[in-house]
């Protein structure tokens, strides 16, 4: 029986297609990246239904009525980006911080003078919800311009219950009045508040007592996270926050090895982390750690780049060792500006030394892993949805390589156009 379609993307230049896409824990992973010239992909009910040359599809495909063309003359199809660590939500200007850093002055000096993230928790806490959904919704515009169909986005400046349940539902709201997917991550466990940092066990506690079951009874969050670091949480309070978060139904995601190699990366294993993030110091004994763990490792090469980062993370070794590496934008108020997924891939060119193809598979299908959804979305594949960025370009290739410049000329979500370039 032919596919009926209500969805075509007809006449493509090419469609870039993984003919070996990673499919979770104990499968290979495969980086293969293929363009199939003159391609037509068809759609239905927001997933792919159908795929192959252009000149096939009206013997191969049953048109719905009012089935919408959309024409790929001259574009390159690659699936929707996905952004799976962001801190898009906040409120606030740390331009100044920015400043004072690239001029050399230390990070104690920028405390000093009211920086850090401890700022932002207060333009968070002080800020409505009408203006954190405003200056959030307009950097996700920004973030669908450049490719981005999927995107979590994690609380984490509130540090107290009310602010960090005002921030899940300005997360939740993006949800329902945008077209990108959104995907929330609590992250109480951002960083010890000034108030509590004699007390960092009792904060420990509070959030695995009293906030981690609010939240999980909203019902807005599908992840939850900590920060494993010298100055936020110790492995053993992270480990607690984790398993209270699984006790309530929220996945793990950690982030691990950003400053000090801790033991966040054999927490990540041990809880069974969706993803383990930053990872700029992980060594070898992390690498064979995460190899088979099914754990997502996930780098940010807009951090390293923003922070002037001498060190990168080493995403060549990882996937040499065979791991499902991700990128992520990381986007943040403090230390990544980054937003764009072309950025995002030229970064993971320029500073992880990966291949156009190894970069395009790492922020889409493995992107998609480290949110879950490895199995339906990341990848132009029959049965995934329909999430898909046509691009001016000749390939893939130029989404790296033209450094900073959009190619995007439209974007697909389920099967729906929602977003045209110039
Ligand atoms: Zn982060």
Redesign the pocket.
């Known amino acids: 029986m032919k596919p009926v379609a209500d969805v075509v993307l007809h006449n493509l230049a090419a469609a870039t297609l993984f003919p070996r896409p990673y499919r979770g824990k104990g499968t290979p992973v495969g980086w293969e990246v293929e363009e199939r010239p003159a391609w037509s992909i068809a759609g239905k009910d927001g997933a792919i239904v159908w795929m192959g040359p252009a000149a096939r599809l009206g013997a191969e495909v049953d048109l719905a009525a009012d089935c919408v063309f959309v024409n790929g003359a001259g574009l390159v199809a690659v699936p929707g980006f996905v952004d799976s ?1 962001t ?1 898009l939500v906040y409120a606030g200007d740390r331009s100044d911080e920015f400043e004072m850093r690239v001029q050399g002055r230390p990070y104690l000096d920028i405390l000093a003078a009211g920086g850090g993230i401890l700022r932002s928790v207060e333009a968070v806490r002080q800020g409505s919800e009408e203006e954190l959904y405003q200056e959030a919704a307009q950097r996700l515009v920004e973030a669908l311009a450049w490719g981005t169909t999927t995107i979590e986005i ?1 609380t984490g400046y509130g540090l107290d219950l009310p602010t960090e349940l005002k921030m899940l539902r300005v997360i939740d709201r993006l949800r329902r009045e945008m077209p990108v997917r959104i995907v929330a991550t609590f992250m109480g466990a951002h960083a010890v508040p000034a108030a509590r940092k004699a007390d960092p066990d009792g904060f420990t506690d509070e959030i695995c007592r009293d906030w981690i079951p609010e939240v999980a009874k909203t019902g807005l969050a599908a992840f939850n996270d900590v920060f494993t670091e010298n100055k936020a949480f110790s492995v053993a309070q992270s480990r607690k926050i984790l398993e209270a978060g699984v006790a309530h139904g929220l996945r793990p995601k950690i ?1 691990a090895d950003e400053i000090n190699v801790l033991g966040g990366v054999d927490l990540a294993v041990e809880v069974g982390a969706v993803s383990a ?1 930053h990872l700029l110091m992980t060594g070898p004994e992390g690498i064979a750690k995460l190899a088979g763990s099914g754990v997502i490792p996930t780098v940010l090469p807009g951090t390293s780049t923003y922070l002037m980062e001498k060190h990168h993370a080493p995403a060549r070794a990882m996937i040499e060792a065979g791991l499902p590496l991700a990128i992520a934008s ?1 986007h ?1 108020p403090g230390s990544c500006q980054f937003l764009g997924a072309g950025l995002i891939q030229s970064l993971a060119m320029l500073q992880l030394r990966l291949s156009a193809g190894e970069a395009l598979v790492a922020g889409t299908l493995h992107a998609a892993h480290a949110l879950g959804q490895g199995d339906r979305l990341g990848a132009l594949e029959v049965g995934r949805q329909f999430d898909a960025v046509l691009l001016d370009a000749t390939s893939y290739r130029q989404v790296g390589y033209r450094v900073g410049q959009n190619l995007v000329r439209n974007v697909l979500i389920g099967g729906r156009p929602v977003f045209q370039g110039a």
């Open positions: 660590h801190h994690k982030h993030d990381d943040n």
